[in-house]
């Protein structure tokens, strides 16, 4: 019984952190980055927006793979867990690890900022690089979150 609200705390966890990096990146996709186009907006602001979100974002990283593990652990050993629902997983893991390497790697080029480039969308694009990507990776690996949870229910 205890267990049971232990994996409800940790699976609301993982779906926050999911939330707050998917809805994150969507956000910019779909209203920061139009906005910067505008002449009012300034570079300044998405260099900022891009720093306060990096730290959401390694926080979110964090979150999802130790809450991920563990809920990774649970349904592998339960008997649902066949051979389907390991194969999505796999390329669940994979599609995420390909999120995680893209946001360290902008971690580190920014930490580097010798060549910074020029023009407002070049800030914008040095702040928040590769969030596009994330956020289409981030709607493929909710999309395979949903599958594992129909195959469960299927019993697969
Ligand atoms: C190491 C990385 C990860 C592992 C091992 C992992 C593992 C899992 C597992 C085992 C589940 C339970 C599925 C089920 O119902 O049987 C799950 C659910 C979920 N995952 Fe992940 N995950 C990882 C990363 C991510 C990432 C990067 C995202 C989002 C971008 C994400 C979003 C979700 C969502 C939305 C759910 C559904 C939560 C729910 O309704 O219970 N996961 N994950």
New binding site residues.
Partial sequence: MAADYFLLII?WM??V???A??GGALFYWLALRPALRSEAASGGVAQRAGREFGQVVLL??WV??V???I??V???SEA?GGVA?ASV?AV??A???W??SLALSRVSRRREADTPRRGRLGVAMNALGHVNTTAA??LA??FL??V??F??EEGA
Avoid: D, E
Wanted: hydrophobic share 70%; charged share 10%.
């Fill in positions: 699976r993982h779906a952190a999911a939330v990096w998917v979110a990283m999802l793979v809450t991920g593990g809920l990774a649970q349904r592998l649902s629902y997983l669940k893991v599609l995420a690890a999120m995680f990776l981030g690996v909710i979150s949903v594992l949870r195959l469960v």
